[in-house]
């Protein structure tokens, strides 16, 4: 048995220079966390979880009362799984129970500016098995049922839903693995979707969807390692952000991953790889820029004694919606990162590390492309 208490709670103020305003806001969570994990025999174990958490958070910017939201909610999470093994099957079933709680009077959107005093709840019933059905093949199924409800205001009805997953892995040698699969999913929008003040949207209504995945992974000998996977999302009902706020969205994405890994004699070890995407999704702000197309990755190190040193990064391709061409600092660019340590005994480490070694200037996210703001800015 366990028990453990976390609390993090940090200030931040400083200056936004696109909306030309200052700023200042709080953050405060804490949590309870009770665990028990059991073993009841050598083919049967049940494990329960009863967390506990609270969220606070504050936000504001001088004249600008557009900005002025704040956050307190409670959440309650119950689970218990029990396990069975066997040479042939690992079977896990169990229920999950889930409870959250708006503490502040929200005026949510449309509902006409009345307060509510949200609640959200969901129930999931699932299982899963692994079956090895012959010594080199082994098939994966399972099925989870989500039973949520919300109560406190006005708005989308949380339907249940029902998630099917299966997946076959065959050890075609003792080098070479092939796997397939397919797996549902079911995302419940978050109390902050809903009851949030300027985004919120009170009905909205959850994200299901499903991927598919194919994977081969290639041993050459004990140095040198090849895996590639490919996969695609079809986003049935996703959710997204707009300018007006969370809104519910419809797209799809899919992409492939290769990468290569290598030790170089004793010391040294290297990795390289390369990732592609493609995605699309309407009524969201993801295709107004940071769009990402390929991304070229690399990593070498060295180990030797009490010496360790490395040197890593990656090359990232943006594709370009002409619509916005502006507002990004850069289009295509490298990132480089190096390391370095030593430990003169087991007790004491020495060590130095440079992110972003050439210092390129490069942005991932920005206010520009919504605002009055220019690149630049």
């Known amino acids: 048995m366990s028990f453990r208490y976390n609390l993090t709670k940090p200030y931040f103020n400083g200056f936004d220079y696109i909306y030309h305003n200052n700023y200042r806001g709080d ?40 900005f002025n939201a704040d ?88 339907e ?8 076959l892995s065959w050890d075609i040698t003792d080098k070479d693995i092939l796997y397939a699969g397919r797996s549902d999913f079911f995302i419940l929008p978050s109390m902050y979707q809903l009851t949030n003040r300027q985004y919120g949207n009170a009905s909205l209504k959850p994200a299901y969807g499903r991927t598919s995945t194919i994977g081969y992974s290639k041993s050459f000998d004990d140095y040198n390692i090849f895996t590639f996977n490919w996969f695609e999302t079809k986003t049935e009902r996703g959710i997204g952000l707009t300018a007006a706020g969370y809104v519910n969205t419809k797209g799809m994405s899919r992409g492939w991953n290769a990468q290569f890994m290598t030790q170089l004699g004793e010391h040294w070890n290297a ?10 999704e309407d009524e969201d702000t993801y295709s107004y820029g940071y769009s990402p197309k390929d991304l ?35 289009d295509d660019y490298a990132i480089f990162n190096m390391s370095a340590s030593y430990a003169p005994t087991k007790n004491i480490n020495i060590y ?8 390129k200037m490069y942005s991932e996210r920005t206010h520009v492309i919504y605002a009055t703001g220019r690149p630049g800015d």
């Open 160 to 167: 249940s839903h029902t998630s099917k997953s299966y997946k």
């Open 71 to 158: 956050a307190d909610y409670t959440y309650d999470f119950i689970s218990d799984q029990v396990t069975y093994l066997t040479n042939r099957h690992n079977v896990v079933f169990g229920v999950d129970y889930a409870h959250g709680k708006d503490n502040a009077a929200k005026a949510l959107v449309g509902t006409s500016g009345k307060p509510a005093n949200f609640k959200m709840k969901n129930t999931s019933y699932y299982v899963q098995d692994d079956w090895k059905i012959i010594p080199h093949v082994t098939l994966s199924g399972g099925l989870r049922y989500d039973r949520p409800s919300n109560s406190g205001q006005t708005g989308a009805t949380l």
């Open 271 to 280: 990795n390289i790889g390369w990732g592609h995407l493609y995605q699309y």
């Open 27 to 66: 953050y405060k969570n804490d949590s309870i966390t009770f665990k028990d994990d059991l073993t009841l025999s050598d083919k049967w174990s049940n494990s329960f979880t009863y967390r506990r958490s609270n969220t606070e958070g504050k936000y504001a910017q001088n004249n600008h009362t557009l």
């Open 296 to 330: 070229a990755t690399f990593a070498v190190y060295y180990d030797y004694a009490k010496v360790k040193a490395g040197l890593d990064g990656y090359y990232f391709f943006r594709r370009v919606n002409p619509n916005y061409p502006n507002g990004w600092p850069a």
């Open 352 to 359: 130095a590390k440079v992110n972003n070694l050439f210092d």
